[in-house]
């Protein structure tokens, strides 16, 4: 994993509640709630200066369309909040995720490595899978009586996709601090 296991090691213990809180609430609520998503985005802005110091990293360079550009480690990694939020701007206005889900994708972005891709998307879709399955067993046993309210047991086809997507993030973040670079 690209990852510095460093840096992993610095943001896990802050991000790792947050990630519980979302899936929490959207099983609860069927919804992310924006503190949440700013709390996650400030976990980066605040660790991230003293993960990945952005005065003392070597610079990388790269382009934005036609320009080239060099930035710190650090801020790219902000840039990537930009970019996956004007991504989840439009499928959600396509229908195709819910706006918290986009936001929460957006926050945790900052902290995915780009070189990490398709070690993301496999965790992303392990996480996916085992979500699924567990929360539509848990629908249909006994363990429903647990939490009896919760929103998501009766939105039929509708997912509470902060489940996978924070499980995916916390996955993430604990395989980077043991197998970071």
Same mark, same amino acid.
């Given at each position: 994993? @690209?990852?510095?296991?460093?840096?992993?090691?610095?943001?896990?213990?802050?991000?790792?509640?947050?990630?519980?809180?979302?899936?929490?609430?959207?099983? +609860?609520?069927?919804?992310?709630?924006?503190?949440?998503?700013?709390?996650?985005?400030?976990?980066?802005?605040?660790?991230?200066?003293?993960?990945?110091?952005?005065? !003392?990293?070597?610079?990388?360079?790269?382009?934005?369309?036609?320009?080239?550009? !060099?930035?710190?480690?650090?801020?790219?990694?902000?840039? @990537?909040?930009?970019?996956?939020?004007?991504?989840?701007?439009?499928?959600?206005?396509?229908?195709?995720?819910?706006?918290?889900?986009?936001?929460?994708?957006?926050?945790?972005?900052?902290?995915?490595?780009?070189?990490?891709?398709?070690?993301?998307?496999?965790?992303?879709?392990?996480?996916?899978?085992?979500?699924?399955?567990?929360?539509?067993?848990?629908? @249909?046993?006994?363990?429903?009586?647990?939490?009896?309210?919760?929103?998501?047991?009766? +939105?039929?086809?509708?997912?509470?996709?902060?489940?996978?997507?924070?499980? !995916?993030?916390?996955?993430?973040?604990?395989?980077?601090?043991?197998?970071?670079?």
């Amino acid at each position: 994993m @690209h990852i510095p296991a460093a840096a992993a090691a610095w943001f896990l213990p802050f991000v790792l509640p947050i990630c519980f809180y979302v899936a929490f609430t959207d099983m +609860r609520d069927m919804r992310i709630k924006n503190h949440a998503v700013y709390a996650l985005a400030l976990v980066f802005v605040v660790v991230g200066l003293i993960a990945l110091p952005p005065w !003392s990293s070597e610079w990388l360079s790269g382009s934005l369309g036609p320009l080239s550009v !060099s930035l710190p480690v650090y801020g790219w990694q902000l840039l @990537h909040i930009v970019v996956i939020l004007l991504l989840g701007i439009v499928l959600n206005a396509a229908g195709a995720m819910g706006a918290g889900d986009a936001k929460f994708m957006a926050a945790a972005s900052a902290f995915l490595w780009s070189n990490d891709f398709m070690v993301i998307v496999m965790i992303l879709m392990a996480c996916i899978l085992a979500a699924v399955v567990t929360h539509r067993l848990a629908k @249909h046993t006994p363990l429903r009586a647990i939490a009896p309210h919760w929103e998501s047991w009766d +939105r039929g086809k509708q997912f509470p996709m902060g489940l996978a997507l924070a499980g !995916s993030l916390a996955m993430y973040l604990i395989l980077g601090t043991v197998l970071g670079s």
